[in-house]
């Protein structure tokens, strides 16, 4: 059995950051690519970043260059690190697993088998 559990969202003023986290139960979290996904009200899931069992990183273009997704293999954890903080980038976020080791932004959401609840961030101007 899989669990997902995210933490560190929080309240936070723009141009501020924020550490998200993503600790993972269960054999075989290294052999999975992950990603982070947000929803906000009256939106559509969108797909953040991910992480590749190899290192590869993709990232959503709202995001690339202030965002930076990472994992540890041996603590069977992912973060997700974010830095100047928009109003837009107010949403649940969620971590969740892949299918397979290699993925991108772009793969359907479908392909992630395994989700977390969320843990909340929102961005104050």
């Known amino acids: 059995q899989v669990r997902l559990v995210e933490s560190g969202g929080g309240s936070v003023q723009a141009g501020g950051s924020l550490r998200l986290s993503c600790k993972a139960s269960?054999?075989?979290?290294?052999?999975?690519?992950m990603g982070w996904f947000r929803q906000a009200p009256g939106k559509e899931r969108e797909g953040v970043a991910t992480?590749?069992?190899?290192?590869?990183?993709s990232y959503a273009e709202p995001v690339k260059g202030r965002f930076t997704i990472s994992r540890d293999n041996p603590k069977n954890t992912l973060d997700l690190q974010m830095t100047y903080l928009k109003p837009e980038d107010t949403a649940m976020y969620y971590c969740?697993?892949?299918?397979?080791?290699?993925?991108?932004?772009?793969?359907?959401?479908?392909?992630?088998?395994?989700w977390g609840q969320g843990t909340q961030v929102t961005v104050s101007s």
């Open positions: 269960g054999a075989s979290y290294g052999s999975h690519c």
């Open positions: 992480i590749a069992t190899n290192g590869g990183r």
């Open positions: 969740a697993r892949y299918f397979g080791s290699y993925c991108t932004i772009g793969d359907a959401r479908s392909s992630f088998d395994y």
